[in-house]
């Protein structure tokens, strides 16, 4: 099985900052990656698919990017309303998430 | 606008049968990828089972044994068993559609329900 590794589990920074999530899979998973934002008692919402795409009304501070084994979701500068959980995905074929990183204020 | 809401039982005996429901409106459920996925109080995301609108499913294998999903494509919903539950199944547990990015296999997650609450507990 395919593992997600995420990393740093926690995060604090300030609004205004560049904030870098990675995500490690264990093994080769092409381009084939989401990353979602959950606040508390709400579902996930998709930021990116497939790696480096920009899901229809997010906004453009978000950014992701890798292949293979490695990938990185960007926050360019840091909102106010981005305080939140996020978790990287593996879906081709199975469905596996990281294990979230809490991006906290700082 | 795509909408999915999920019902069931919000408590669960041990030992029995978890079923949960998710009702699709503003898509066509004969299209895309329908999924389960739960959440532990407190914890992180698990992928427990997805369908295919061509009722290929995919669970995942730490849960495969007890998991069954279904869909029905006249009532535009999809279903969720889990059997012989016990308390680390207590969890909120989210469906949602793979409609985003898709490979030969899958898709990411565009679309998700609110989420249920589901305790086991006698």
């Known amino acids: 099985d395919i593992q997600m590794t995420q990393s740093p589990s926690t995060l604090s920074a300030s609004v205004g900052d560049r904030v870098t999530i990675t995500c490690r899979a264990s093994?080769?998973?092409?381009?084939?990656l989401a990353w979602y934002q959950q606040k508390p008692g709400k579902a996930p919402k998709l930021l990116i698919y497939?790696?480096?795409g920009l899901e229809s009304g997010v906004p453009s501070r978000f950014s992701g990017s890798g292949s293979d084994t490695e990938f990185t979701l960007t926050i360019s500068s840091l909102q106010p309303d981005d305080f939140a959980t996020y978790y990287c995905?593996?879906?081709?074929?199975?469905?596996?998430f990281g294990q979230g990183t809490k991006v906290e204020i700082k | 606008q795509v909408q999915l809401q999920e019902s069931g039982p919000g408590l669960v005996k041990p030992s029995e049968t978890l079923s949960l429901t998710c009702n699709v409106s503003?898509?066509?459920?004969?299209?895309?990828?329908w999924g389960w996925i739960r959440q532990p109080p407190g914890k992180g995301l698990e992928w427990i089972g997805y369908?295919?609108?061509?009722?290929?499913?995919n669970y995942n294998p730490s849960l495969k044994s007890r998991v069954t999903i279904s869909v029905d494509t006249s009532k535009t919903q999809f279903s969720l068993k889990v059997t012989s539950v016990t308390a680390a199944d207590t969890a909120v547990y989210y469906c949602?559609?793979?409609?985003?990015?898709?490979?030969?296999?899958?898709?990411?997650?565009?679309?998700w329900g609110q989420g249920t609450l589901v305790t086991v507990s006698s």
């Open positions: 503003g898509a066509s459920i004969s299209s895309y990828y």
């Open positions: 497939k790696a480096s």
């Open positions: 369908i295919h609108y061509s009722g290929s499913t």
């Open positions: 093994q080769s998973i092409s381009k084939w």
């Open positions: 995905q593996h879906y081709n074929s199975y469905w596996t």
């Open positions: 949602a559609r793979g409609g985003r990015g898709c490979s030969t296999s899958s898709c990411s997650l565009d679309y």
